[in-house]
């Protein structure tokens, strides 16, 4: 199984909700990412966690906030989002034999009203 | 920003031809690898070159790095319409760290 699956596909929230994007892989990865993408733009990172860890958080405003309650899961909380925050959230994961490579999920298109 | 820099920002190109992107970076790098995005969705991984390499070949594509000037370039030679997508080069400055380029966005015409 090589394959990294996020939940849900497609989001639309209002500055005063509270949703959480989730993210699985179960390919036994050591650290797990979220990405936060912008039409015809590259991907940014925003956190990484190794080994359940939070190990890279760039500098990512309070309104997003991730969670790793096992190796397997990732989550991210949203709550007061602006309407900027409206983009492709993608998750990706590495580890195994492939040490270096990112395995990425198909994403979550959130839109913020 | 550490960001890369990649170019062309858009190609398009008859189906058969050879596409060519090249990327820079700023920072010294631990290995540098290529994914392609189609519209909308999940990147795909399509090649990992490490710091001490010079060339990489997978299948149709062929991949350099020169890290004196701090480059690399992916040629996908015979394209095909299925390769229409965006190209992003990312590169691993350390442990756990990816810093992706600007994307090239190729259109290969039938």
């Known amino acids: 199984d090589t394959e990294v699956t996020q939940t849900p596909k497609h989001l639309v929230m209002g500055m005063t909700n509270k949703k959480s994007l989730k993210c699985e892989q179960h390919?036994?990865?050591?650290?797990m990412y979220w990405y936060k993408q912008k039409a015809k733009k590259p991907p940014e990172l925003m956190f990484v966690?190794?080994?359940?860890?939070?190990?890279i958080n760039e500098s990512v405003p309070s309104r997003f906030s991730p969670e790793c309650p096992n190796s397997s899961l990732l989550n991210l909380h949203l709550h007061a989002l602006q309407p900027e925050d409206s983009a492709l959230y993608l998750c990706?994961?590495?580890?195994?034999?492939?040490?270096?490579?990112?395995?990425f999920g198909p994403g979550t298109r959130l839109t913020v009203l | 920003s550490q960001q890369g820099e990649e170019d062309p920002q858009a190609l398009s190109i008859q189906e058969g031809e050879n596409a060519t992107m090249n990327c820079s970076y700023k920072?010294?790098?631990?290995?540098l690898q290529w994914y392609r995005q189609n519209s909308g969705r999940g990147l795909v991984h399509l090649i990992l070159?490490?710091?001490?390499?010079r060339e990489k070949h997978s299948g149709r594509l062929r991949v350099t790095l020169d890290t004196s000037k701090k480059s690399s370039s992916l040629l996908i030679t015979a394209s095909r319409a299925a390769d229409t997508a965006s190209y992003f080069c990312?590169?691993?400055?350390?442990?756990?760290?990816?810093?992706f380029g600007t994307g090239t966005r190729l259109k290969v015409l039938a």
């Open positions: 990312a590169t691993s400055p350390g442990t756990y760290k990816y810093i």
């Open positions: 390919m036994g990865h050591r650290a």
């Open positions: 966690y190794s080994y359940e860890k939070l190990s």
């Open positions: 990706a994961s590495i580890g195994g034999a492939d040490t270096d490579t990112q395995y």
């Open positions: 920072t010294s790098i631990n290995n």
């Open positions: 070159i490490r710091s001490n390499e």
